[in-house]
């Protein structure tokens, strides 16, 4: 008799764990585009808000070196760059942006070159819009006074 009750309770467990593991895969299989697809979006606004950092970083330098830095985005291979606009140029920084997100539209500036004077505003205001294999887009907001600000 205990025999059969116990055979019959661990039966009827590993019913109930196949049915929880299937009830578990299913819904993994279904949640996988979406999560995805997120994952696609935070790293767009990642990369939004490391261009603003870097934006703010070579204005900071500018003000506090008093000498002129700037940021150049070369579109042509997603990546940008933040160097010191003194005779020699220096690089300070070289940045690849990740392989599903692109520069969709620079607008604004001279030969694509954010360059910030000693005040910490710019030469000419923009636009720089990001984005990703998702269609989704970033736009990056730089105005005359210097100020810069994500839009999405």
């Known amino acids: 008799m205990l025999y059969s009750l116990l055979k019959t309770y661990t039966g009827g467990m590993l019913v109930n764990v196949l049915v929880s593991l299937g009830i578990i895969l299913m819904m993994a299989t279904v949640s996988m585009p979406y999560l995805r697809s997120f994952r696609q979006n935070v790293e767009l606004s990642e990369t939004a808000r490391e261009i603003v950092s870097d934006l703010r970083y070579a204005q900071q330098l500018t003000i506090t070196e008093q000498v002129p830095h700037g940021v150049y985005f070369n579109d042509a291979i997603d990546s940008y760059y933040v160097f010191k606009l003194i005779i020699p140029t220096s690089t300070i920084k070289a940045v690849s942006l990740p392989a599903n997100i692109s520069f969709d539209t620079i607008s604004g500036f001279t030969s ?30 730089v105005k005359p006074s210097g100020y810069v600000q994500i839009s999405n």
Not at 118 to 135: A, K, M, P
């Open 112 to 141: 694509n070159l954010v360059n910030f004077n000693s005040y910490g505003s710019v030469d000419q205001d923009g636009e720089i819009i990001l984005s990703n294999t998702n269609n989704a887009s970033s736009t990056i907001t």
